[in-house]
């Protein structure tokens, strides 16, 4: 498998790329900006956008879905609970200080258990409520990868004081759908470095609270 992380927008938002050496197709996860070079990556790569995939609508990470989209023509797939997010993104835009982005409901929302494939390339979503009402990460078995979001950080947990936010609907999730993945599961969260499960499972201080 192929798999780029681009750091994006001034909240440097890790967005994924994945793809199939032999098909060419990819995924994108949460385009939430520099867009031209999330394309040039993938031209680099002769990579196809089948999917973009967005893991909550936070502005940093949804912002540039529907410019990729424009540009790609692959659906955007998130879930709906995070509608509400999405129709104030005027105000989340006004948290950074930047134009609103132009964004739009998803193509299908993601819900969890749902499969993600592309040719070559498959995995699940999880929906893991608490940072958001519809965050969601991808998990890739095959590939000891789970993609995220801001559910779980390297020593950390994602904020719960935003809209949407609940912390202990946050720490539910994290127990229930993510550690009870393999230890050796690499984690790349949604911000800053990667981790793993065991990793997180041996030392994350927000887990005794
Ligand atoms: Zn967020």
């Known amino acids: 498998m192929i798999h780029k992380i681009l750091i994006v927008g001034p909240l440097q938002c890790n967005c994924s790329i994945l793809g199939d050496e032999t098909s060419r197709e990819a995924i994108v996860v949460d385009p939430g900006d520099d867009i031209s070079r ?11 956008v089948k999917q973009i995939i967005v893991t909550h609508a936070h502005i940093d990470h949804i912002a540039g879905a529907q410019r990729l989209k424009r540009l790609t023509g692959a659906p955007i797939l998130y879930n709906q609970n ?20 132009e964004v739009a409901p998803p193509d299908a ?13 498959s995995g699940s979503i999880l929906h893991t409520p608490g940072h958001t009402e519809g965050s969601v990460c991808l998990y890739l078995p095959q590939h000891n990868l ?41 984690v790349i969260p949604g911000h800053g470095p990667k981790t793993s499960i065991g990793a997180e499972r041996e030392s994350n201080p927000f887990f005794d609270i």
Do not use: C, Y
């Open 38 to 48: 999330i394309v040039s990556t993938l031209e680099q790569h002769r990579l196809t």
């Open 82 to 101: 995070d509608l509400p997010l999405v129709q104030m993104m005027d105000i989340q835009a006004g948290w950074l200080g930047i134009p609103t982005p």
């Open 109 to 121: 929302s993601l819900e969890g258990g749902q499969a993600i494939t592309i040719t070559g390339l």
């Open 146 to 186: 789970l993609l995220a979001g801001d559910t779980l950080f390297a020593g950390s947990i994602g904020r719960t004081d935003l809209p949407g936010g609940n912390t202990r609907k946050l720490l539910k999730s994290i127990h229930d759908s993510l550690l009870t993945l393999p230890d050796e599961v690499t």
